[in-house]
């Protein structure tokens, strides 16, 4: 039996006359797992970049959502050594809609009277009109039906807790002052910001200097703007008391009325987000071309119909994108009330994220998660409504 020859290559290294150093399984055999793995890499390069970020999302949002819904369903005891976790249901919910945390989160209803029934009995009709619209113009949808009727029946439960506790001697709860901060702010703040954009966009002189003045709220923190408006609301010490002395409000104090604090913290709130709204709005507007307005205007259109006619659908994505952020950063308003008013006088100014941090500071783990998931749910809701009834609607006719 002869030994079976070697050859060498050009580089000298040795080889085999015809014979596979791996074996004659070497073709058939499956790749290894860190083969496939690096292949599959390789081919998806996307997925090596997105992956890291797609973990990062998961751990920082979706993990603590799901901690917290758990801790809305339990109750939290400390005991020695550590907590005891208990879980109970929605016994957490129960207590904010018929429990004791009932009137501070829902407010004192009223009774009803001329002007709430007259008020509810519009707002169910137009919900009602709103829906036979609907089935008469796409027909009975169950699907598109059902969740017009879930949507109209939550709509008109939150306008009927603002009636009842607004308008016939109630007392509104966080949730009611929430929403007053939010749809009271947002409006003013837009029609601020707008307003502020279409001023600095005309030939005036100092153009430039009062853009700069208008974004200065912008580089202050909530916080220094919080102490800010209190020092400013103080009528017996501060840089502009004497301005209060002089008329004639140095027994005055804002925070002694409801009506007052909410105000200053609207003002507040205001002052700090208007800034936001006119940067976007002005930017927008310095990209609307000249020549269909020109066009509209030697076409004997005056300036409020140029504004109406041309511009204004030229603002309204933008428009619509931007409130519906301020709608769902008001939701989330703490800093100013804390800062401003420590949420009083009583409750008149506490929104439902300063509720839930109280809450939590009292060691109510399981009630301050149980109110941010109900306001998780209203933000939710509101921005749902927007998209989908408000900006669908006005984009798709304009």
Same mark, same amino acid.
């Given at each position: 039996?002869?030994?079976?020859?070697?050859?060498?290559?050009?580089?000298?290294?040795?080889?085999?006359?015809?014979?596979?150093?791996?074996?004659?399984?070497?073709?058939?055999?499956?790749?290894?797992?860190?083969?496939?793995?690096?292949?599959?890499?390789?081919?998806?390069?996307?997925?090596?970049?997105?992956?890291?970020?797609?973990?990062?999302?998961?751990f920082l949002s979706i993990f603590p959502l799901i901690v917290s819904l758990y801790l809305s369903?339990?109750?939290?005891?400390?005991?020695?050594?550590?907590?005891?976790?208990?879980?109970?249901?929605?016994?957490?919910?129960?207590?904010?809609?018929?429990?004791?945390?009932?009137?501070?989160?829902?407010?004192?209803?009223?009774?009803?009277?001329?002007?709430?029934?007259?008020?509810?009995?519009?707002?169910?009709?137009?919900?009602?009109?709103?829906?036979?619209?609907?089935?008469?113009?796409?027909?009975?949808?169950?699907?598109?039906?059902?969740?017009?009727?879930?949507?109209?029946?939550?709509?008109?439960g939150l306008i009927w807790l603002v009636v009842m506790t607004y308008l016939s001697g109630g007392?509104? %709860?966080? !949730?009611?002052?929430? #929403? *007053?901060?939010?749809?009271? &702010?947002?409006?003013?703040?837009?029609?601020?910001? =707008? $307003? /502020?954009a279409l001023l600095v966009t005309q030939n005036l002189r100092g153009k430039r200097f009062f853009?700069?003045?208008?974004?200065?709220?912008?580089?202050?923190?909530?916080?220094?703007? %919080?102490? !800010?408006?209190?020092? #400013? *609301?103080?009528?017996?010490? &501060?840089?502009?008391?004497?301005?209060?002395?002089? =008329? $004639? /409000?140095?027994?005055?104090?804002?925070?002694?009325?409801?009506?007052?604090?909410?105000?200053?913290?609207?003002?507040?709130?205001?002052?700090?987000?208007?800034?936001?709204?006119?940067?976007? !709005?002005?930017?927008?507007?310095?990209?609307?071309?000249?020549?269909?307005?020109?066009?509209?205007?030697?076409?004997?259109?005056?300036?409020?119909?140029?504004?109406?006619?041309?511009?204004?659908?030229?603002?309204?994505?933008?428009?619509?994108?931007?409130?519906?952020?301020?709608?769902?950063?008001?939701?989330?308003?703490?800093?100013?009330?804390?800062?401003?008013?420590?949420?009083?006088?009583?409750?008149?100014?506490?929104?439902?994220?300063?509720?839930?941090?109280?809450?939590?500071?009292?060691?109510?783990?399981?009630?301050?998660?149980?109110?941010?998931?109900?306001?998780?749910?209203?933000?939710?809701?509101?921005?749902?409504?927007?998209?989908?009834?408000?900006?669908?609607?006005?984009?798709?006719?304009?």
């Open positions: 039996m002869q030994p079976r020859s070697a050859t060498r290559d050009a580089n000298g290294a040795a080889a085999t006359d015809g014979i596979d150093p791996a074996g004659p399984d070497a073709l058939t055999r499956p790749p290894r797992l860190s083969a496939r793995l690096a292949a599959w890499l390789e081919a998806s390069p996307r997925y090596v970049y997105l992956l890291p970020a797609i973990g990062i999302v998961l369903l339990a109750s939290i005891r400390l005991v020695r050594g550590g907590f005891e976790i208990r879980f109970v249901g929605l016994d957490n919910y129960r207590k904010l809609f018929v429990g004791d945390t009932q009137r501070h989160f829902l407010g004192r209803f009223g009774d009803y009277n001329l002007l709430t029934l007259t008020i509810l009995t519009f707002v169910l009709a137009v919900l009602i009109f709103l829906i036979a619209r609907y089935i008469a113009n796409n027909g009975f949808k169950l699907f598109g039906t059902s969740l017009r009727v879930l949507t109209a029946i939550i709509a008109f007392l509104p %709860g966080t !949730l009611v002052v929430t #929403m *007053t901060f939010v749809f009271v &702010g947002v409006v003013v703040q837009f029609l601020l910001g =707008l $307003g /502020l853009r700069v003045v208008f974004l200065l709220p912008m580089m202050i923190t909530p916080v220094g703007i %919080g102490f !800010l408006f209190r020092m #400013m *609301t103080d009528t017996l010490q &501060g840089p502009i008391a004497p301005l209060w002395v002089a =008329l $004639g /409000l140095e027994d005055f104090s804002w925070t002694q009325t409801a009506f007052g604090a909410r105000s200053a913290v609207i003002i507040g709130d205001t002052w700090q987000w208007t800034p936001f709204i006119f940067i976007v !709005l002005l930017a927008a507007l310095e990209g609307v071309p000249r020549e269909p307005i020109e066009a509209a205007l030697v076409d004997g259109a005056n300036e409020w119909q140029a504004f109406r006619y041309v511009l204004v659908p030229y603002l309204m994505p933008v428009s619509l994108t931007v409130i519906m952020i301020r709608i769902i950063e008001g939701f989330k308003i703490i800093d100013m009330p804390q800062v401003l008013t420590r949420g009083g006088p009583g409750t008149a100014t506490e929104s439902v994220t300063l509720q839930a941090y109280n809450s939590w500071r009292a060691l109510d783990l399981g009630g301050s998660s149980a109110m941010a998931y109900m306001l998780l749910f209203v933000v939710t809701f509101s921005a749902v409504v927007f998209v989908n009834f408000v900006r669908k609607r006005v984009l798709e006719h304009p």
